[in-house]
């Protein structure tokens, strides 16, 4: 049984920042991607970052790109996204997901099969 857990979320002014932890269990994760997806309110889910855990290639969302940046910590079994210079439209909860499907990254919610409870990150003006 996979269970993926965030935390980290918080409340922010503009230009901080904040990094947040999805704490992975259940199976060996070698070979999934684990990816961060947002939420804000009367809005879609939207792909934020993702990590293949056993090589490390990352992808970004042009929103985010030279603003935040992906991890993982193999001995933790968690991945990590630290989350600079953040702005009022980055507020959203942030959902971890995992998918052990195919080998490239993958930026649809539909692709995954395991997700976290979400953390709620909120960025003030």
């Known amino acids: 049984q996979v269970h993926l857990v965030e935390s980290g979320g918080g409340l922010v002014q503009a230009g901080g920042s904040l990094r947040l932890s999805c704490a992975a269990s259940?199976?060996?994760?070698?070979?999934?991607?684990i990816t961060w997806f947002r939420q804000a309110p009367g809005k879609e889910r939207e792909f934020v970052s993702a990590?293949?855990?056993?090589?490390?290639?990352?992808s970004y969302a042009d929103s985010v790109k030279g603003r935040f940046t992906i991890s993982r910590d193999n001995a933790k079994n968690t991945v990590y996204l630290q989350m600079n210079s953040l702005k009022p439209e980055d507020t959203a909860v942030y959902y971890c997901a995992a998918t052990f499907r195919g080998t490239s990254l993958r930026d649809r919610p539909a692709d995954y099969d395991y997700w976290g409870q979400g953390t709620q990150v909120t960025v003030t003006s």
């Open positions: 259940g199976r060996t994760f070698s070979g999934s991607a």
């Open positions: 990590i293949k855990w056993s090589l490390g290639f990352t």
